[in-house]
């Protein structure tokens, strides 16, 4: 059983940054794919970034990308978000998930292809 907690979430001017954290439990070893989605209201789910940590390869989308830094600490089983030069539009609900099918190497897959999640982080950005 995969349990995923997200902290690091607020409200921030327009600029500045935040650090989410998602700390993975019920595993001996963090999974092969990790992810960050994120869902403003009325909007569909849409893919932040990925990392593949067996490797450390990183994708991003593009709205996000030299933005947005996805990154592991293995020995904490923890994966984190820093996100800077905030922008309004960013404002959303972040949510870490996994995929825990075993062997994976391709990470850039959509939000039905991940299999745990964690409960979000809200962030808001506005002056």
């Known amino acids: 059983q995969v349990q995923l907690v997200e902290s690091g979430g607020g409200s921030v001017q327009p600029g500045g940054s935040l650090r989410l954290t998602c700390v993975v439990s019920?595993?001996?070893?963090?999974?092969?794919?990790m992810a960050w989605f994120r869902q403003a209201p009325g909007k569909e789910r849409e893919r932040v970034a990925t990392?593949?940590?067996?490797?450390?390869?990183?994708l991003y989308a593009d709205s996000v990308k030299g933005r947005f830094t996805i990154s592991q600490d293995g020995a904490k089983n923890t994966v984190y978000l820093q996100m800077n030069s905030l922008k309004p539009e960013d404002t959303a609900m972040y949510y870490c998930?996994?995929?825990?099918?075993?062997?994976?190497?391709?990470?850039?897959?959509?939000?039905?292809?991940?299999?745990?999640w964690g409960q979000g982080t809200q962030v808001t950005v506005s002056s």
């Open positions: 990392i593949y940590t067996i490797g450390d390869n990183t």
């Open positions: 998930a996994a995929r825990t099918l075993p062997g994976d190497r391709y990470c850039w897959l959509p939000s039905s292809m991940y299999n745990a």
């Open positions: 019920g595993v001996t070893h963090i999974t092969n794919c």
